[in-house]
């Protein structure tokens, strides 16, 4: 079964130190792949996906394939950055499986 | 654009009853998905509807089913409820269906809390 793992529950870092946040996925596919946000007492949203090439906030993904990996990461971290992350990547039929999360702690 | 509307907020049930959640995705927005969230196993997919009927469905009993309206307002209905179903479960709309919805990135709702006792 394709699978997602987000290896840290728990991420603290210090504001205006870089940030990396890992995802490694198992699927011998080509997957879409995202990345997820949940700010406090908001709702999950959107931040990016690889399709797009985009950076988000600061936030950029690399896909690497031959480690099946998809880390979020950002050079300075801002206070705003505390959230809940979730890495999620397609299965076969389109649908998103869902990394566990890691949360985010930009200490002042 | 009134955001993803989920209700009610919050239910508390008891073991053996059943429960419907409802959705109103934002306007025009024909596909709705639903995912359950636990601390224990994170974000689960459940179903997907669009133009009223099914597409996709995850892994989850048959006591877990859902619908959509014509005028795609969905809801989600568990039977005979057990302590596990407690979880806040989510609705997400998306005006593409399946794999386009996945490519374009779904708005989520609040989620109902649902607390099984």
């Known amino acids: 079964a394709q699978r997602v793992t987000q290896p840290e529950k728990l991420l603290s870092v210090f504001k205006g130190a870089p940030v990396e946040l890992k995802c490694n996925y198992s699927y011998s596919g080509s997957p879409e792949l995202f990345w997820y946000v949940q700010y406090s007492r908001q709702r999950l949203q959107l931040l990016l996906r690889h399709i797009s090439r985009e950076s988000i906030k600061g936030f950029t993904a690399d896909l690497n394939k031959g480690e099946t990996s998809f880390h979020l990461k950002k050079p300075f971290a801002q206070e705003e950055d505390s959230a809940m992350y979730y890495c999620a990547p397609t299965d076969s039929n389109y649908q998103l499986i869902w990394g566990a999360g890691t949360k985010l702690i930009i200490k002042p | 654009k009134a955001g993803v509307t989920q209700t009610p907020r919050y239910l508390i049930k008891t073991r053996g009853q059943q429960v419907t959640l409802s959705c109103s995705p934002i306007s025009g927005h024909r596909s709705v998905s639903w995912y359950q969230q636990t601390p224990g196993q994170g974000l689960q997919f459940l179903f997907e509807y669009f133009s009223e009927t099914q597409r996709n469905k995850g892994n989850f009993p048959g006591r877990f089913s859902g619908r959509q309206f014509s005028n795609s307002r969905s809801e989600m209905n568990v039977s005979t409820l057990e302590l596990g179903d407690s979880a806040l479960y989510l609705c997400?709309?998306?005006?593409?269906?399946?794999?386009?919805?996945?490519?374009?990135?779904?708005?989520f709702g609040s989620g109902t809390r649902l607390t099984v006792v």
């Open positions: 997400a709309s998306s005006s593409y269906e399946g794999g386009k919805a996945q490519l374009y990135g779904y708005t």
